[in-house]
């Protein structure tokens, strides 16, 4: 019998198969030790990027929600000053999705089939930090 996996389980999978794809597509990843607000920092160069992973289980999920995280307890808000971008992972697809939290704000979740979103590559679109 397979057994459900828990929401923390499904967040812990997400990061590592995006760090997996990611390192895939020649970037070089780093998971902070400690909480900075942001799951994983990715370079490439002199560039960088603070990543917030955010994993669904579920391919006929539409919406997942990207305006609050809780960090150390309190309800923040995903700006600018914490990540530069979001990665969306689908676990049962391995599909990954990126997008600027610039393209983001304001918004309380998004469409995983939204116009927005682009292929893994494109973080090298988002203005690096």
Request: a positive charge.
């Amino acid at each position: 019998m397979k057994r459900k996996l828990k929401a923390t389980q499904i967040g812990q999978v997400g990061v590592f198969l995006v760090m997996a794809d990611l390192i895939r597509h020649g970037f070089e990843v780093a998971v902070p030790v400690n909480d900075m607000g942001f799951d994983l920092l990715v370079s490439e160069g002199s560039d960088y990027w603070r990543l917030q992973v955010k994993s669904h289980n579920n391919p006929k999920q539409n919406l997942v929600r990207t305006r609050r995280s809780l960090i150390r307890g309190k309800q923040r808000s995903y700006d600018k000053q914490v990540i530069d971008a979001f990665a969306f992972i689908c676990l049962r697809t391995g599909d990954v999705q990126v997008a600027s939290v610039g393209a983001l704000k304001g918004k309380t979740g998004i469409s995983i089939t939204s116009e927005i979103l682009e292929p893994t590559e494109a973080l090298r679109n988002i203005d690096p930090h």
